[in-house]
């Protein structure tokens, strides 16, 4: 149960799963379906927007959360969507939650439509931004993109989110300054970074899921939303579409100029669309 | 001929070498024999602390410059520590220079050695810092260690730059993040971004003078000054105390708990034992 109304003084609580303590932070309402938020790859608690974090708090009861090997939670990641999102059920029965909505972010959205397939007596409602189904064009070449724009971000002293979440226009560069800031608004109680060891499984995980067959996704019968930028270099955003076309219950939102982080530099609209959908 | 005194304000200015335009920075005293900088991977004219060039051109003329292919600079990056020589003594000729003083960091002392090696008559003293002799321990290992840093740096929303060139004491990070900022003073006429193809080149060439034999640096009769960090871990700090050894007239100075930017940690105690040893 929480009333705490802002990210950025959410304490970091744990719930043990099995023996492993799981890091999660919940804000927002006391009560209703909680939104469940799953991260993108390399992502601690940290990384999630608080202006994203914070708008739909504002309506339900939000939990962001590491997953098992990931920031201050215990345990090894393991290296298939599958696996995590089997983790992430362990979690989310472990708080003692029966129906939830999922906020799955890039990674997080992969992982998202795979509890949508595992069990779907749990999920009532899905939003998935910047991410795309098993097999998706360029999921494979994820590696690829990180590495270059980290290189990118190193040689142009800037931080390769720059790269990764924006367009490099006029817009865009302005856009991802302003989101860098937001993420290092916490000061305290900051979370632990994610280990070389498991971003590099996160990848293994990834280019797995960008090279198998596709799922049969018309199985997922819940309301999706689906959202993301224009120019996503990451999970490139035809992706998207593919999503939209793929989920028999489905909306779409593309934002102009924007990147993986469309949500994140949409956020307003973002979040009033969310809270839409969500309310519907 | 110049009397800027300050790094900062420098203008990037451009000299031909055959058809190709090279960058480069003057500032300091208005004659004398000039201290050639030569810059690390990655690096162009932005990379240098402010600190160290100015307090060498408060005694010297200092030349700071793009090798070809690097950053504002015209052509394309060779992939040997030779022929980026060649570069460079072409570059210090055409600038009608007979006699200079050369300051190699890093990759930049790597192409100092062939320098002095190729063309002794060009060369007075050096001053080699966080480097290394051809074959030396663990350079083989710098793309790794670069990409692993990299990668560290974009988990911890942190420059790379913390991990590659400081200690990861409560010390170093504090110094690192004083370097960061020094190299972020200029906000005018700022140089062009080195491009990833030319980072990849340099890094074949480190890694050839890595595993290739080592030459006989006793030809090299010119004092030299080495200077590294006590814990470098890019181009390991026994490659200093190995330079050091076979460079026959060489004197050594290392740092406490400074990595691989340990003469921008120290830059005032380098600076006074740089000017020290030239003046001599």
Redesign the interface.
């Known amino acids: 149960m929480s009333t705490i109304k802002r990210f950025e003084t959410a304490p970091t609580q744990f719930q043990k799963v099995g023996d492993i303590p799981i890091a999660y932070r919940e804000i927002g309402a006391a009560s209703g379906v909680p939104v469940i938020f799953l991260n993108h790859l ?1 992502a601690v608690l ?1 990384n999630w927007d608080p202006r994203v974090v914070d708008g739909i708090a504002a309506k339900h009861r939000v939990i962001v959360f590491d997953n098992r090997g990931i920031g201050a939670s215990g345990g090894l990641t393991p290296d298939t969507i599958t696996a995590m999102a089997r983790d992430a059920i362990a979690f989310i029965r472990a708080l003692g939650f029966t129906q939830v909505d999922l906020l799955g972010f890039s990674l997080g959205g992969m992982v998202s439509q795979v509890i949508a397939e595992l069990e779907p007596q749990l999920v009532r409602k899905m939003i998935l931004a910047g991410t795309g189904p098993a097999g998706g064009v360029g999921i494979d070449k994820v590696t690829q993109v990180t ?2 724009d ?8 800037k ?2 989110k720059h790269y990764l979440f924006f367009t490099t226009t006029a817009n865009g560069r302005q856009e991802s300054g302003k989101f860098i800031t937001r ?2 608004e916490r000061t305290k109680d900051r979370d632990k ?2 280990s ?1 060891r498991a ?1 590099r499984t996160q990848l293994k995980a990834i280019h797995a899921w960008g090279v198998q067959q596709p799922s049969d996704l018309s199985t997922i019968q819940q309301p999706v939303f689906v959202a993301n930028g224009d120019h996503d270099r990451m999970v490139p955003t035809p992706n998207t579409f593919d999503l939209a076309k793929r989920l028999p219950n489905s909306e779409i939102k593309i934002y102009p100029d924007a990147g993986h982080g469309g949500i994140f530099q949409f956020h307003n609209e973002f979040v009033a669309q969310a809270l839409e959908f969500l309310a519907r």
Do not use: A, C, Q, S
Not at 150 to 157: H, I, N, R, S
């Open positions: 390399g940290d590495i270059v980290m290189l990118k971000g190193y040689l142009t002293f931080d390769p993420l290092k970074p994610i070389i971003f």
